[in-house]
Every structure is written in C-alpha cells, then in structure tokens.
C-alpha cells in the first residue's frame, strides 16, 4: 500500500502537467494605430496591462479605418492619423462580451458592445484605449483586424459596414438620451427585424416612437429618420444569428445597467449622509454663535 500511494499521487501530478501542457492557449492580439510614437505605445501597453512583446501585435492605420467610416462618420471624428488601440481576448464560446475603454471620448462599452455584436463578434474580452482623448470611432476596425487574425476567418464586408453605421447612429443618439438607453433602442429594434421588414416607414416609425416611450425618451424626426435608415440596413443581415447575438449582448447590458443603477443610488446616499453631518455641524456653529 506504502508503495502504491506514491505510484498514485506520481500519476495524477502526470496526468495534471499533461492536461496544463495541451491546454489550448489563449488566443488574444493588440492592434495598435500606426500614428503612435514608441513612448504612447509603451502607455498604451500599460493600459492594457499587458508587456509589449508577449502578444502578438498588428497595425492599423488611416486609410484602412476609413473604409468603413467614410460615408458614416463625420471627418472631424476621423481625423487623418490612426491612433485609437485595442486589445482582443477570445473567450469561450458563451462568456459573453468584455469591453472596457480609456481614453475614449466618444464611444461607450455598451456602444461597442452592440455594433461588434452585429459585425457577428462576441465571446471576447476587449480593451479600447488611446495615449489621449480621441473618438473612438476607428477603434472598430482594430477589433475587425484582431478577430480576423486570429480565427482566420473574415468578417463580411456588410456586417462591418452596418456595424459601423450602427455605432455612429447610437453615438448621435446618445449624445442628446444616453449611450444606455439608445443602445437599448437600437438593439429592441434588431430583435424584431423579422416585423419591421413588413412594415411600412411610417408604421416603422410608430413601432420606434413606442419604444422610444417604454424608455421615457423622446426623439426628433432626424432621429427616428435614423433608426429607420439603420433598420433597412439590419435587415440585410440574418435575422436569426443577428438575435441569438443581441440576446446575448442584451443580458449583459442588462447587468452593466442595474450595477450603474447600484452606483449611482450609493453615490446618492453617501451624498445625504454627508450634507445631513454638514448641516448638523452647522447648526451647533449657529448655536454656539460661531
């Protein structure tokens, strides 16, 4: 028995190091603008917490981001030099969508969220960052690049057309009702895409102001001209994949949702707590004649 316990332990510590060794290794890239000096890399590097030279790195840079802003995305937001950055982690199939931002003044997690959504990207952990405040915007063609590296497979040229479109039009929308809520907008409509291709833009119009309503929001024709548009160009896509992604989406959205809903009425209360000792203390100044 003596014998056999150390026979044992050796074979399970075997078995262990031989399933470490063919474990499947992580699959992740980091896609940096090719504008960047080695000094905003190595920044960029550290945002991502992530030491340069243990990743595969590729570039990106303006031209290459302008095929699939151009026609979608204001110049100004262009601009001529690539400098927004990403880094993109695949996960297991099912662990859902990561995305976190630095740097980035005008894109929101949940806008990427969703618009990568439809490109057909989730599963992914995603960091989009900048040495300094930019849009955003072309960080998506970062992402497109990184997926298509390393699963070998290339996204359609239409889904990141439409993806792109996707983002600009919930990033106007967010300007004026929150990033939150018209993202929510965008992605209910992408649920129902199989209804809207029967209607007409008039109902389709209905149909977006009664959603607008379930998030106490109000739109502007140009804006609810917007998501019409928008929802002619979804429907080029298929409609099945399309909603078994945004479902998927939609349940953590859901959760960054509650959790700034948490923060936001913790924030509140430390904030009563704080004015009601303020105004204690000063009342006892009143009485002591202070």
């Not at 190595?42 to 303006?62: M, P, Q």
Request: proline share 2%; charged share 25%.
């Amino acid at each position: 028995m003596k014998r056999i316990l150390p026979l044992l332990l050796a074979l399970l510590l075997f078995a262990a190091v031989g399933t470490a060794a063919y474990a499947e290794p992580i699959q992740s890239r980091a896609v940096i603008g090719a504008d960047l000096t080695e000094e905003q890399i190595s920044a960029v590097y550290e945002s991502f917490a992530v030491k340069r030279g243990t990743v595969i790195e590729l570039r990106v840079n303006n031209q290459e981001e302008r095929k699939y802003l151009e026609g979608y995305v204001d110049s100004a937001l262009i601009g001529t030099r690539s400098i927004s950055c990403v880094y993109v982690e695949l996960l297991p199939s099912g662990s859902g969508m990561n995305v976190t931002t630095k740097n980035i003044t005008w894109c929101t997690p949940e806008m990427y969220m969703s618009a990568l959504a439809t490109a057909g990207i989730t599963d992914a952990r995603i960091i989009v960052s900048a040495p300094f405040g930019v849009s955003g915007t072309a960080a998506m063609t970062g992402v497109y690049k990184a997926y298509e590296d390393m699963t070998g497979k290339k996204i359609d040229d239409l889904a990141k057309l439409i993806s792109t479109q996707e983002l600009t039009i919930t990033g106007d929308l967010a300007n004026e009702i929150g990033s939150m809520d018209s993202t929510s907008i965008v992605n209910d409509l992408k649920l129902m895409l199989d209804e809207t291709k029967t209607m007409s833009d008039d109902q389709l119009k209905a149909t977006i102001l009664d959603i607008a309503g379930e998030y106490n929001v109000k739109l502007s024709d140009y804006q609810i001209q917007q998501l019409i548009t928008l929802c002619r160009s979804l429907e080029k896509l298929d409609g099945e994949a399309l909603r078994s992604r945004v479902e998927e989406v939609q349940g953590t959205l859901n959760k960054l949702s509650d959790a700034k809903t948490e923060v936001t009425g913790f924030i509140g209360t430390v904030k009563e707590v704080i004015d009601s000792i303020a105004g204690f203390f000063e009342r006892i100044g009143k009485f002591l004649g202070l």
